[in-house]
């Protein structure tokens, strides 16, 4: 994959390129995609009817996972078994319904009474169940977590052939994964997966969810192949039931592609986007958006296996397509990534003149949107690397960080991501007392708003190491950062994470240096055993 923005220039002393921040905090260098993934837990934000876009989908997504039952369609199913079903979510979407109309209109208090009245003729681990749903939409995630604490106990009284038990466990799951209590997340999912294979039989599409869910979290905790074997066994089921060439099999596809591409197992990830591809060519022709997403899963596996040019390719096809058919607005996040995307792979393979000729037709369309205009100016400086174009660079994140100021505050969450990009700026002029001032700025708007163990102080920190470690900062507190990465890193990635092999290595870098041999060993040793196993993954 291309170099990520904060890679430094081999001028850097030997310690201080050791320790460039490394690439797992990508993802979250541009503003848009954080405010969605982290405002609903932000308890410390005023919040309006724009905190709960994606919690208003709650019940439909915690129901159904990533694939849900109702977009399956499957045709064998039993039509009691559906009618169960519906019934069963039309009672909690018509309680959720009320909650998130109040939410809504701004009467928190209310919303917040109507959810611990809970009585609507729903059983007691319904109740909660939807009371817990509820809270989730509001951000109150320390109250969703002592309400699955009472469902937990209500729970393991009732027998597994309790009416509805299957799919309250499978909204259990969703929250516990919410809570990043992936050992309760995944037992739960698997409490309702012998439910619904003794209901419904092994074969059943039913088991798809659960399937999907436990996939997910065993992937997010770092058990690769045991979440290879679960989005295999949905495949199986789907495509026995559905048809080799039925959409329902995208989702599976996708997720069992991306964790293979993660694992470095680029030939089996790129089968399996290829038939993503097919499926969507043969579902709604060549010049539907959704061919776009597949190319774009495509590009990137041929960035891994070196292949620029093809890559490149995909990735000026795909954003053709999407632009065409009006799939997606044209400043729709996934359509910027897939932009960021080419213009570093462009940037990697020295193609400077395209990447300036699509900045300015970017920024064009971005004027004629200003809230939007410091998005652009973000990502402008990202490629004006060659150093005698630095100075641009910053002028441009400098107004970036401006513009942002102007609209939102200057602690606002928004203002985090040009400054961190401008302290990196002023990194690479040299100039790192001034760099390190605003990243520990960034640092400390990024744990007000996201939580100290957030992904997006992980990359604050990142930068902050980088920078410090180039002024001569004192090797413990680099040490301690460090140890703050490598724990926001595990939980995130995963245990035997590539990201945490590369903090891992760092870490036993300053150990080393400082003498510390006993704090030293355990990390070398697990290092050897990260290290061991990529090779594995290279070599397969």
Do not use: W
């Amino acid at each position: 994959m291309p170099t990520p923005a904060f890679t430094f220039y081999s001028t850097m002393s030997a310690s201080a390129s050791f320790l460039a921040p490394s690439p797992s905090f990508a993802p979250f260098r541009g503003c848009k995609e954080v405010p969605r993934m982290f405002s609903v837990s932000n308890k410390k934000e005023n919040r309006t009817s724009k905190l709960y876009i994606i919690p208003i989908t709650t019940v439909t997504r915690f129901c159904a996972s990533t694939a849900s039952l109702e977009s399956l369609h499957f045709a064998d199913t039993n039509a009691n078994q559906n009618h169960r079903i519906n019934e069963f979510e039309n009672e909690l979407n018509e309680f959720f319904d009320e909650v998130k109309t109040m939410i809504r209109m701004g009467k928190r208090d209310d919303a917040l009474d109507l959810l611990n009245a809970g009585s609507k003729g729903i059983q007691e681990a319904a109740i909660l169940d939807v009371l817990a749903l509820g809270y989730v939409a509001v951000g109150d995630l320390e109250t969703v977590a002592s309400l699955l604490n009472v469902m937990r106990k209500v729970i393991d009284n009732l027998k597994d052939d309790t009416q509805h038990l299957d799919l309250i466990l499978t909204h259990m799951g969703s929250m516990y994964s919410t809570l990043s209590k992936f050992g309760k997340s995944l037992d739960t999912y698997q409490r309702a997966f012998n439910i619904m294979e003794r209901t419904y039989g092994n074969d059943s599409p039913f088991l798809v969810t659960p399937y999907l869910a436990m996939a997910k979290v065993l992937g997010s905790t770092g058990k690769a192949t045991k979440a290879i074997e679960k989005y295999q066994c949905a495949i199986t089921i789907l495509e026995s039931k559905r048809g080799a060439e039925s959409k329902d099999l995208v989702v599976p596809l996708l997720g069992l592609g991306n964790l293979l591409l993660k694992e470095r197992r680029v030939n089996d990830a790129e089968t399996h986007f290829t038939r993503v591809l097919d499926i969507y060519t043969k579902s709604y022709g060549q010049n539907d958006g959704r061919i776009g997403l597949a190319m774009s899963s495509l590009a990137q596996v041929k960035c891994a296996q070196g292949k620029s040019d093809e890559a490149i390719n995909l990735y000026e096809h795909a954003l053709h397509v999407m632009k065409d058919s009006n799939y997606l607005s044209p400043d729709d996040s996934i359509m910027e990534k897939m932009r960021v995307d080419l213009a570093e792979l462009l940037h990697a393979v020295g193609r400077q003149r395209i990447i300036r000729g699509m900045l300015i037709n970017h920024r064009e369309a971005q004027r004629k949107r200003s809230p939007r205009l410091s998005d652009t100016h973000d990502k402008s400086c990202n490629f004006i690397f060659p150093i005698e174009e630095l100075c641009r660079g910053r002028a441009l994140v400098e107004k970036s960080l401006e513009i942002m100021i102007k609209q939102k505050g200057s602690d606002d969450q928004f203002v985090s991501f040009p400054m961190l990009q401008l302290a990196v700026t002023l990194h690479h002029l040299k100039q790192d007392e001034e760099a390190e001032k605003l990243a520990l700025d960034a640092l400390r708007i990024r744990e007000k708003a996201f939580g100290e163990d957030s992904l997006p102080v992980g990359e604050a920190l990142d930068c902050l190491v980088s920078i410090q470690t180039q002024v001569g900062k004192d090797e413990s507190e680099l040490v301690v950062l460090l140890r703050r990465i490598l724990g926001i890193q595990e939980r995130e990635f995963g245990y035997e994470s590539e990201e945490v092999l590369v903090t891992v290595k760092k870490i036993v870098f300053l150990l080393d240096k400082l003498g510390r041999r006993d704090e030293m060993l355990p990390l070398q040793r697990r290092l050897s055993l990260l290290r061991k196993k990529y090779k594995q993954m290279i070599h397969h």
